[in-house]
């Protein structure tokens, strides 16, 4: 089923653009599945972006993270459900120049120079940016005489935001537009994002730098085998997965009994050290005092790292359990 045949009578049509100049809507998927051959690619996936957010989509490799932004770019087209983008369907969207896109598989273009290049983008667009602040917005104004084809990673990568930007898009998607840049080159990146996101733009990216998610996220989507995991801000997440870390020093006492102490979700020794993580760390350290265990207490709450992997170690066992009871019922 295509997004156009999705989108129902013209009574239908009008009431969801009703609803999205209502409530700002800039995404939208509904029950949305992709399936290549025997792998979901995404499963069901329900998700609403408000305009100006700036969203993380976060997940292993081969969550489908890509597949999600294909689909969201109208690149692709989902098998079930439905993808909007503003009031109409990606297609539409994309075609007057509301969304823009930085892709994994961006090539360089031979012999222009990189303000040709903006300006040529540029040009196809019915109201696009003004090619300096292109530039400027992606850190390129002192490069902008350079050929396009010849352009260290960062520089290319940074030419790719400026084109992305070219057409004045409210919503740009980036698929992790940070891969393989330096600490100083990534910094740079998320400068110029966030320049465009001050501006009252949408962003959705993906990436594999969780800290990345954590700074410069107002909210983060974590997906798995094709699914929502968690949707919520980086301290939701962290609550989600398990609140808080307690650690002490064990000064030659015993370990045993911690796991059974009140809020403890799990233990981890660590030469001398003991580290609890906790959903109750009040109740945690209550019963750590009574026990006299609180030799250089520390209490944190996890990080998104820990945060992410919890909820992903989850998600990889029940998958492997449900692929068991399948076997088993065959
Ligand atoms: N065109 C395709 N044909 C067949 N399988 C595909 C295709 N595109 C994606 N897949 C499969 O769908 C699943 C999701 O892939 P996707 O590229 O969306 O993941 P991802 O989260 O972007 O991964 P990564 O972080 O590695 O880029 C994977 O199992 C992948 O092998």
Do not use: C
Request: net charge negative.
């Amino acid at each position: 089923m295509t997004n156009e045949q999705a989108s129902s009578t013209p009574a239908a049509q009008a009431a969801t653009r009703a609803a999205d100049a209502v409530d700002g809507t800039a995404v939208a998927f509904a029950a949305v599945t992709k399936t290549f051959g025997h792998v979901r690619a995404v499963d069901g996936i329900d998700l609403r972006i408000r305009r100006g957010e700036t969203v993380a989509l976060l997940g292993r490799n081969g969550a489908g993270k890509s597949t999600t932004i294909n689909l969201l770019l109208g690149l692709d087209t989902p098998d079930s459900g439905r993808v909007r983008l503003f009031d109409g369907t990606p297609e539409r969207a994309v075609g007057a120049g509301r969304v823009g896109a930085m892709l994994q598989d961006g090539r360089p273009v031979p012999r222009v120079t990189i303000r040709e290049l903006v300006d040529f983008v540029a040009r196809t667009y019915p109201r696009p940016l003004p090619v300096d602040e292109a530039l400027a917005l992606a850190g390129l104004t002192d490069l902008a005489g350079r050929r396009a084809d010849r352009l260290s990673g960062g520089q290319a990568q940074r030419v790719r935001f400026a084109v992305a930007l070219a057409g004045n898009p409210e919503l740009i998607v980036l698929d992790e537009p940070t891969a393989a840049l330096d600490v100083e080159a990534r910094e740079a990146f998320w400068d110029s994002m966030r320049g465009y996101a001050r501006r009252g733009n949408t962003v959705l990216f993906s990436t594999h730098y969780l800290e990345e998610a954590d700074t410069h996220a107002d909210r983060i989507v974590v997906v798995d085998s094709g699914r929502i995991l968690a949707d919520g801000t980086a301290d939701e997440l962290k609550r989600a997965a398990g609140g808080t870390t307690v650690s002490f020093d064990l000064a030659g006492g015993s370990s045993e009994g911690l796991a059974a102490l009140p809020g403890v979700t799990s233990v981890e020794i660590r030469g001398d050290r003991a580290h609890v993580r906790s959903d109750d760390s009040d109740a945690t350290v209550r019963a750590l005092a009574e026990r006299d265990a609180v030799r250089r207490l520390q209490v944190a709450p996890v990080s998104l790292n820990e945060a992410f992997l919890t909820l992903t170690r989850a998600s990889a066992a029940r998958t492997a359990q449900d692929a068991h009871s399948l076997e088993m019922s065959r």
